[in-house]
């Protein structure tokens, strides 16, 4: 594929995953960005069914160029976090374990996936974003592994957490819930630049059921996948009632959609951590709004979002 001159390298870790899908296809078939390869991670699903997802995604857009190296298959730092069980009882069903499109042929890449993420930083020349929509187990272990990593990192996009909205616990937000200690091995890393994406930007650009039709006339394979993709997760919504009926987030794209239009998100700098014991509490990402001292801002958060921005951003790339 003939990039522009000016395009934006980045790696996407996933765990595919309706909206992990729907971000996969943006960050590899929009002109302005070069997706080098993504790394799948437990989250959504256990990880053989992520990987499976990416690249089954992958080559319905025709990508079968993009290398997916599988990840971490469990927590960073516990045995014991029911993630399985919540996994099969709430976004499960949500995902749904195999997505809606024709099996991929090829297989993962033989290297795992934190190996690469090393490698990958250590021998790169242009710079390349790192764009984690999933539980940050992968990084986490990769920035234990190598120190020197986080300087080599020039910016990271993290989808996940919320201050007025959890999705899995009234506190958190399940990419975080996930895994609360790899979270925050990498809030407290140092990033030069860090943007947080959270529910409280998400779910400011929801898509509907009047979207999915217009993504489904483009008539291409990934309009028609989107579609198939954010209708599920619509149903899935309106069965919790979360949101307005007939609307769903779909997270993981406005990730990458900010990577394009930075000006999609509306940030506010603050500190950033994340709570690893509480009860009722623990996944839940702190965000010093109030600027309370001693606590110096480390990232940018978005509190906004411009849902007519992205649709368009979506219709005009899935064309
Ligand atoms: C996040 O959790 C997952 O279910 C989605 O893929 C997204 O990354 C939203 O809370
Ligand atoms: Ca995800």
């Known amino acids: 594929m003939a990039l522009p001159a000016m395009t934006c390298k980045l790696i996407l870790d996933v765990d595919t995953g309706a909206d992990d899908a729907v971000a996969i296809m943006l960050a590899a078939l929009h002109p302005a960005l070069d997706l080098v390869a993504c790394t799948t991670v437990n989250g959504n699903l256990p990880v053989p069914y992520c990987t499976a997802n990416t690249l089954r995604v992958l080559d319905h857009i025709g990508r079968q160029d993009i290398e997916v ?103 958190a937000e399940f990419n975080i819930w ?81 990577l394009v239009e930075p000006s999609i998100i509306t940030t506010t700098r603050a500190h950033v951590d994340v709570e690893t014991k509480g009860e009722l509490t623990i996944g839940r990402t702190v965000i010093n709004c109030d600027r309370r001292p001693g606590l110096l801002p480390d990232c940018d958060v978005a509190f906004g979002a411009d849902g007519d921005r992205f649709l368009e951003l979506l219709l005009r790339t899935f064309a």
């Open 178 to 258: 996930c895994d609360p200690e790899a979270a925050r091995v990498v809030f407290h890393a140092g990033f030069e630049k860090l943007t947080l994406v959270p529910l409280d930007a998400t779910h400011q650009a929801v898509v509907s059921n009047a979207s999915c039709a217009r993504l489904e006339a483009l008539g291409t394979p990934a309009g028609a996948a989107a579609s198939r993709f954010i209708r599920r997760c619509i149903a899935f919504c309106d069965q919790l009632g979360t949101m307005q009926p007939g609307t769903a987030p779909v997270h993981d794209a406005l990730c990458v959609a900010f």
């Open 69 to 171: 190296y599988e990840g971490a298959s469990h927590p960073f730092a516990r045995d014991d976090f029911p993630v399985a069980s919540a996994v099969r009882d709430s976004a499960g069903k949500l995902h749904g374990e195999v997505l809606p499109v024709t099996d991929s042929k090829r297989a993962k890449a033989d290297m795992d996936a934190v190996d690469f993420l090393i490698e990958t930083y250590r021998a790169a020349t242009d710079e390349v974003t790192l764009v984690a929509v999933a539980p940050l187990t992968n990084i986490a272990h990769a920035l234990t592994r190598d120190p020197g990593l986080v300087k080599r990192i020039p910016e990271i996009v993290i989808m996940g957490g919320g201050h007025a909205i959890g999705n899995i616990t009234p506190s």
